[in-house]
């Protein structure tokens, strides 16, 4: 073992190997994972196994079907035999809602490549895996490229490929300490010190404790997880073929043939975590005793689902702990504010996930940014408020307990909130509103008409839709209050403010008292940001965007950074409230102590507002006329109380982001997440509108130039009126034309006030005319669709600029 190198892994499971042999493959051969005992130590050994394409998150989805295909070429590549067993999968549904999310899941996979699917009756699920029961089953989902394989024979091969081209790993050499220095850090292990530029945790059951060695506290904790294993199932023994790999979603299970008996995994509802600060140092090989009582119900539908094992004895339990994220996802990429550590840990599904966590932190760390959109499993999806170890257990345990449990989308989950709320929280919930989280805090969706209001959980349109709907006649007609405390705001000063943000942002700078929607980029030239820049003409700027990338924009603004300049988050300090409406400036000149009427559209200047001074700009994601006032946390409550009675006698009514959503897409907005990814460049977005091409250097200004003067992207942006019945389009859903996939939906809506189901999609380009005609699959359902105009509402712009 050398005393320097230019990368340290920590942790010798699955995901280390991984990242150690995707850093070699592509170029950094001077890396060396150390492991404080054997490889694949700590979850990997006693992990199920098992490979499937299935998971609601698309990118995640893609994630997977990456390391499938990956799982044969490190075998070949190693000669280290990984036991795999390629037997295709089933994913059953054993409700109504859960087969129309199966079959709408379906169509998604068609749109980001999965195309080894196809739907199945309960019969002909049960000719593919013939012990199991078709009792409750309504449909089930086939895909090939699901099976399992042998877990510490796919450490070993990962970590033998790694080293055959030239990277290194250590076992038995324990991390005892970090040290960060001026160039990188000191690995201290009990072998001796390592000099490294960056250092990759992926420590696992230990992540925590070499999370604290940076001073870094991650939102990771494990909790305990069951399977067991039969002894001989005769009519296991006797078919011609393995069983496949099963997930009955209903009954908390997964199964998979185990020699001649069968593996029956459990995700359990009353979960239990484990060695929250980190599992002892000591910990390696060991297990739990088997609690039969805490997963008694889920074991009786496991043996319910498959009779046969009801007559034979079980030969294995394995009781052992996984680590979670609060959301289930990875933790990976480079942690804000600790240069040159990077973090790869929470991979819960690691022989699942970890050829493509891999890759992504391999990219990422060499070229700076990853290939595919990571933004579902970035460390930085998370804020300080995270370290907290009531929200960490609380959210770990809900993901946990609701694995196979069916989500929708417009599931408001409880753990971990409310935590931060606006200061007007109280009174808007004695209006009515019904909160959605964004981050930490708390989010206003809409003002239900009544307290004993629930909405219904539903794929398609809740009967919350009528509400929305009313909420929406109101910004376009008269005017709406929005609590706007759910934007982010930086501000940046400093003498060479001015100069660093022409650098950073691909658009020109707004002149003093004007504001200007601005395109950030990366050095490849794709997006980084779809972010509003604000010259308040005092010195000092800002940067608004949306609230839950604060520390994602922050980290990016950070490693840019440059003297004599100051970048400020102010999400703790301002907040305020959106008028939105042709009514709003009546309202607001009611209130303004200055002339407000000369503030023209994306103008912005300091007014008292009331006993307010605030900070106002002329502008409304609704595309109506609309002022955004931002205040002091101090003084959000009285604000909210002053526009309310100065709009009393115009009918003002407070909305929600809900209603916000669908005003947008009626005027062909694209919103972060959505239209815009981190592997999507402006041609593609239509972005390429904003930028300032014959202004000096900007970074990916290049990359930019190359698409706009060469053959330009394969796909555009289009906006679509949907011929939907019940439900609207979300996101990913194919895009059909002449029976051919020319795209899909990036996101969708209902426009309440065009009467219209809209969605936005990414088309092949000489099929993105206005008057095509295409279908989309809504909930699984094929719907005739046309490729219409941007901008269905007001599209000569004339109502936002008055």
């Not at 219904?456 to 109101?474: F, G």
């Not at 100069?499 to 950073?504: E, G, S, V």
């Not at 003297?563 to 000149?589: A, H, M, N, Q, T």
């Amino acid at each position: 073992m050398k005393s320097q190198y230019r990368v340290v892994v920590i942790g010798g499971g699955v995901v280390g190997a991984s990242v150690l042999y995707h850093l070699a493959k592509f170029g950094w051969t001077d890396v060396v994972m150390l492991e404080r005992r054997r490889l694949a130590s700590g979850s990997s050994w006693h992990a199920a196994g098992g490979i499937h394409a299935l998971n609601a998150d698309p990118n995640m989805a893609a994630l997977q079907a990456y390391t499938i295909d990956l799982l044969s070429e490190i075998e070949k590549e190693s000669g280290q035999n990984i036991g795999l067993h390629m037997t295709g999968g089933l994913t059953l549904a054993g409700t109504p809602e859960r087969w129309e999310w199966l079959q709408a899941n379906y169509r998604i996979f068609q749109s980001i490549g999965i195309d080894d699917c196809e739907l199945l009756t309960p019969q002909e699920a049960q000719r593919r895996c013939p012990i199991m029961s078709t009792d409750g089953v309504l449909g089930a989902m086939w895909a090939d490229r699901e099976g399992y394989i042998d877990t510490t024979g796919t450490v070993q091969a990962y970590a033998t490929a790694a080293r055959k081209r030239g990277a290194e790993y250590y076992e038995d050499t324990k991390v005892e300490r970090l040290v960060q220095t001026a160039d990188g850090w000191q690995v201290v292990t009990d072998k001796g010190t390592i000099t490294c530029e960056h250092v990759v945790n992926a420590a696992g059951l230990w992540a925590k404790q070499v999370g604290r060695m940076a001073g870094v506290e991650l939102p990771v904790s494990p909790l305990k997880h069951h399977y067991l294993i039969t002894d001989t199932v005769p009519e296991v023994a006797a078919a011609d073929f393995e069983m496949p790999m099963t997930v009955d979603l209903e009954g908390f299970t997964y199964m998979r043939q185990d020699q001649k008996g069968i593996l029956v995994g459990i995700y359990e509802i009353n979960h239990e975590h484990w060695a929250m600060d980190g599992a002892p140092w000591n910990y390696g090989e060991e297990l739990f005793q088997e609690q039969l009582d805490r997963i008694e119900n889920e074991l009786m539908l496991g043996f319910a689902r498959y009779p046969s094992i009801q007559d034979v004895g079980i030969k294995t339990w394995v009781n052992g702990a996984f680590t979670f994220s609060p959301d289930g996802n990875p933790l990976v990429g480079p942690v804000p504010g600790k240069r040159g550590y990077w973090s790869a840990c929470a991979v819960m599904a690691g022989f699942l996930q970890g050829g493509g966590v891999g890759k992504t932190l391999a990219e990422w760390m060499i070229h700076g940014e990853p290939e595919a959109d990571a933004m579902s499993m970035d460390v930085a999806r998370y804020g300080d408020y995270a370290q907290n170890k009531r929200y960490i257990r609380e959210t770990t345990g809900q993901f946990y307990s609701r694995r196979f449990v069916m989500s929708y989308p417009n599931e408001q989950l409880p753990a971990g909130r409310p935590l931060k709320m606006a200061p007007a929280h109280d009174a808007m919930t004695a209006a009515g509103c019904r909160w959605g989280v964004s981050w930490d805090l708390e989010v206003p969706l809409y003002f239900a008409p009544s307290k004993d209001f629930v909405e219904n959980l539903t794929l398609k349109r809740s009967n919350a839709h009528p509400i929305v709907a009313e909420e929406c006649r109101v910004i376009r007609e008269g005017v709406g209050l929005l609590d706007i405390t759910g934007f982010s705001r930086f501000e940046v000063s400093g003498p060479n403010a001015e100069a660093w943000l022409d650098k950073l942002f691909a658009t020109k700078l707004p002149a003093p008292g004007r504001a200007r929607l601005a395109v950030m980029l990366s050095e490849t030239g794709r997006l980084k940001g779809d972010l509003t820049l604000l010259n308040w003409g005092d010195g000092t700027w800002w940067i608004m965007g949306s609230y839950y990338l604060r520390a994602w924009h922050m980290r990016w603004f950070n490693d840019h950074l440059e003297d004599g300049v100051s970048v400020r988050d102010l999400g703790e300090e301002i907040c305020g409230f959106g008028l939105v409406g042709p009514k709003s400036r009546v309202v607001i000149e009611k209130l303004a102590e200055q002339d407000i009427s000369g503030l023209k559209f994306m103008g912005c200047g300091t007014f008292d507002i009331g006993l307010v001074r605030a900070r106002v700009a002329r502008m409304s994601v609704t595309g109506e006329m609309g002022y955004e006032i931002n205040c002091r946390y101090g003084e959000h409550i009285a604000l909210r109380r002053m526009l309310l009675e100065a709009g009393a006698g115009e009918g003002i009514r407070e909305v929600g982001f809900n209603a916000l959503l669908s005003t947008r897409i009626e005027k062909s907005f694209g919103i972060w997440s959505a239209e815009f990814t981190q592997d999507r460049t402006p041609g593609m977005t239509a972005m390429d509108r904003w930028i300032a091409w014959d202004k000096g250097d900007f970074i990916g200004r290049d990359a930019a130039i190359a698409e706009r003067d060469g053959n330009g992207p394969a796909r555009v942006q289009v906006t679509l009126e949907v011929d939907a019945a019940d439900a609207d389009a979300s996101g990913y859903e194919p895009v059909w034309a002449d029976g051919k996939q020319i795209g899909f939906v990036t996101s969708g809506a209902y426009g309440h006030y065009t009467g219209k189901s809209l969605a936005m999609a990414l088309v092949d380009r000489e099929r993105a005319q206005p008057g095509t005609q295409v279908s989309v699959h809504v909930v699984g359902v094929e719907r005739p669709a046309k490729i219409i105009a941007p901008s269905p509402y007001d599209p000569e712009g004339k109502a936002m600029r008055g």
